[in-house]
């Protein structure tokens, strides 16, 4: 079993429309959550992170975190072509150790 | 503030040479870890240093070390080279104080093994 795992996609969504990702981790005892965006030949952009149950939110992007249900959303409202990436969710476990999920690939239909 | 950054950017070898990476933190952060990127395994952690002392290591052959210098630059060597070590490397610094765990990553390193 993974540690982290998304849902690959592609995930399509009106302009406009709240598009919501999805993230889930196995070990109980992680500590930490964010959410990188990663646009096609670039690196890993940090947009969001949660370290407590319930929602964060920031500009147009809210985080959810339900660790009973080792669930971890990353809801983006009034989706623009620009959000058009792939979205990593990843999770600390301990000290400084991130694991990655695979990412799911979202693009914004104008 | 500078953010982190990788040279070189660009590398092509040839398989059973070696390589060595650099990375350069934001300034002040003290940890720093490399990944692993590809099409097929996504982002694969490779090892972490935090005060010249590697913390975590991921699960990679030792064909794959690092170290990391005083002032928290940090180096990544890839010895005997194979083709299936091609991808995106990346680096990536954090603050890590009072529970602040945020990583940044730098452009990376593209890496070809032919």
């Known amino acids: 079993q993974k540690e982290v795992e998304q849902n690959s996609g592609p995930l399509s969504v009106p302009e406009g429309a709240i598009a919501s990702l999805n993230c889930t981790y196995s070990?109980?005892?992680?500590?930490?959550f964010f959410w990188y965006r990663q646009y096609s030949g670039k690196s890993p952009e940090l947009i969001m992170f949660?370290?407590?149950?319930g929602d964060k939110e920031d500009g147009r992007f809210t985080a959810q975190l339900n660790k009973a249900s080792q669930y971890v959303s990353l809801l983006i409202r009034d989706s623009q072509p620009s959000d058009s990436a792939t979205y990593l969710c990843a999770v600390n476990i301990w000290g400084n150790q991130f694991y990655f999920g695979t990412g799911t690939s979202l693009t914004v239909i104008p | 503030k500078a953010g982190v950054t990788q040279t070189p950017r660009y590398l092509i070898k040839t398989r059973g040479q070696q390589v060595t990476l650099s990375c350069s933190p934001i300034?002040?952060?003290?940890?720093v870890s490399w990944y692993q990127q590809t099409p097929g395994q996504g982002l694969q952690f490779l090892f972490e240093y935090f005060s010249e002392t590697q913390r975590n290591k991921g699960n990679f052959p030792g064909r794959f070390s690092g170290r990391q210098f005083s002032n928290s630059r940090s180096e990544m060597n890839v010895s005997t080279l194979e083709l299936g070590d091609s991808a995106l490397y990346l680096c990536?610094?954090?603050?890590?104080?009072?529970?602040?765990?945020?990583?940044?990553f730098g452009p990376g390193t593209r890496l070809t093994v032919t």
């Open positions: 990536a610094s954090s603050l890590e104080a009072g529970g602040d765990y945020e990583q940044y």
């Open positions: 300034s002040g952060h003290r940890s």
């Open positions: 949660i370290y407590s149950n």
């Open positions: 070990d109980r005892g992680s500590q930490s």
